[in-house]
């Protein structure tokens, strides 16, 4: 790895306009970097006024051009940004698809646990405290990495998941996209006192008085919003699911989309995605739900595609969680040189599946010698054809795929848009259940969070948890529940 400041101070000119290379080089004074807390992790200071009083670690892998992505990843209390750079994966995804990472860290200084302030105003709104310190890391990042503004991205775990909750509502002009782990909605609590009932079970607010809460944290913003992951276990005790519900409300109410997802699938470690498309047919909201799992940041440690990150306190082996956030972000279609030279193949489509196979056609690139296909963000397959068909998949298993072209030198240009295709058979048809909550409950559907009955898989809030309410539940995948009052056949109850 070349020395830092080298480095960076390389890429700043490489990402010069029309400024010159004097204000590049001597509008902003080279801040002073301490030695690596690990291998490849650095220390910046001089930052910025840093008014909540953070510090700031990056990785930045050699290789990443100026105009890449930027990761900012929060940890949990009790945690520093060496542990989260160590366990987490983030790393891993940063070499293989190209873009840099910043680690805030708070200390016990400002919380006796190090935890960030997502319950403090004077930390977690615009222009103030913690919050404002890491907008601060994001500029340094771009005006010294040359991260590209309109790809910036926040990820925490936590209290860091409150944050990062509290930072896409105050400054929805800086993040393109958040991950909450095990996390709370935006401003759910503005005192200490408070944040201990948010964590067992947030106020029982409506979609649009949740979503509120973000607009009134950065007045006159209309749009666009961030694209939110949420992930939570079900069996957290410490952040309890009723914030993975909170936190799907707010986001999408904000977005303007209904609470019922677009689609559901299962991932490996007894996780269920479900995704809240846009008007426009693109993710915009997406929970995971990871059956069974504690409170903690989930990864799965191994060198397939789609593992990362290593077990530790908080750290639990389930699903690598950087591996499905960036690909919803789109990092996957952002490796070195992505984007910088042939356009994105334009009209992907699936053509056709079978119970073990998705059939692929896109349009032509002028000046395409050959064309990389992508199966939820992993490489596939190379070929000079502009169609493809992608073999020994899963029956009953929804796949996502993108494209790029690479010109006759083998430089990749833009990533296409995503198209999914779900191969046939073996999902299970789905099932209808219409019960009291209390019956729903005893039968395994359901889970009582502070008082309330919430459904199994998709956390959505069936009211008070008695045998005066009653719903009716579908069950699809196995295991993940969703109401469906307005219209579902009836099964056994």
């Not at 939820?376 to 298993?397: Q, R, Y």
Request: net charge neutral.
């Amino acid at each position: 790895m070349r020395p830092p400041i080298l480095r960076r101070l390389l890429r700043r000119v490489a990402s010069a306009t029309a400024c010159g290379l004097l204000a590049v080089l001597g509008a902003h004074p080279a801040p002073a970097v301490a030695a690596p807390t690990a291998a490849g992790l650095q220390q910046v200071t001089g930052f910025g006024s840093n008014p909540g009083n953070l510090q700031m670690f990056a990785y930045t892998p050699d290789g990443v051009p100026a105009g890449a992505p930027l990761v900012v990843a929060l940890h949990g209390c009790t945690q520093s940004a060496n542990a989260y750079y160590t366990n987490s994966g983030w790393t891993k995804y940063a070499d293989l698809w190209g873009f840099d990472v910043v680690f805030p860290q708070t200390t016990s200084a400002n919380n006796a646990l190090s935890c960030f302030g997502w319950f403090d105003p004077a930390d977690s709104t615009r222009g103030r405290g913690e919050a404002a310190s890491v907008v601060q890391m994001v500029e340094y990042a771009k005006q010294t990495y040359g991260s590209d503004g309109r790809r910036v991205f926040v990820t925490g775990l936590s209290a860091g998941g409150g944050m990062t909750a509290d930072l896409l509502a105050a400054y929805p002009d800086v993040f393109a996209g958040g991950s909450v782990a095990s996390g709370l909605p935006a401003q759910c609590a503005t005192s200490q006192a408070a944040a201990s009932g948010c964590q067992t079970g947030p106020q029982k607010l409506t979609p649009a008085q949740w979503g509120d809460k973000v607009r009134g944290s950065h007045p006159g913003w209309t749009g666009p919003w961030p694209r939110v992951a949420i992930w939570q276990g079900t069996s957290d005790y410490t952040v309890y699911p009723a914030n993975a519900t909170a936190l799907r409300d707010q986001w999408t109410d904000v977005w303007g989309i209904g609470q019922t997802p677009s689609r559901t699938e299962s991932l490996p470690g007894n996780t269920t995605r479900s995704v809240y498309d846009d008007a426009s047919g693109r993710p915009a909201v997406e929970t995971f739900s990871v059956s069974g799992m504690g409170h903690g940041l989930p990864v799965s440690p191994g060198s397939g595609a789609e593992q990362c990150g290593s077990t530790a306190a908080y750290f639990l082996d389930t699903i690598c969680s950087a591996y499905h956030t960036g690909v919803f972000w789109g990092l996957d279609r952002t490796a070195p040189g992505g984007g910088t030279g042939l356009p994105a193949p334009a009209g992907l489509k699936v053509t056709g599946v079978t119970a073990s196979s998705a059939s692929l056609t896109w349009s032509a690139v002028t000046g395409a010698a050959s064309y990389t296909v992508y199966r939820d963000g992993a490489k596939v397959a190379t070929t000079a054809s502009t169609s493809f068909t992608d073999t020994g998949l899963t029956a009953g298993t929804a796949y996502r795929y993108s494209v790029t072209a690479a010109d006759p030198s083998g430089t990749a240009g833009a990533g296409s848009s995503v198209v999914t295709a779900t191969t046939t058979g073996g999902a299970a048809p789905a099932a209808c259940f219409t019960a009291t909550n209390y019956a729903h409950v005893t039968a395994g559907r359901a889970h009582v969070s502070g008082g309330h009955a919430y459904a199994n898989g998709s956390n959505q809030d069936m009211g008070l948890y008695n045998v005066f309410v009653t719903h009716t539940l579908r069950e699809s995948p196995a295991g993940h529940f969703v109401i469906a009052d307005s219209g579902c056949q009836t099964g056994s109850s």
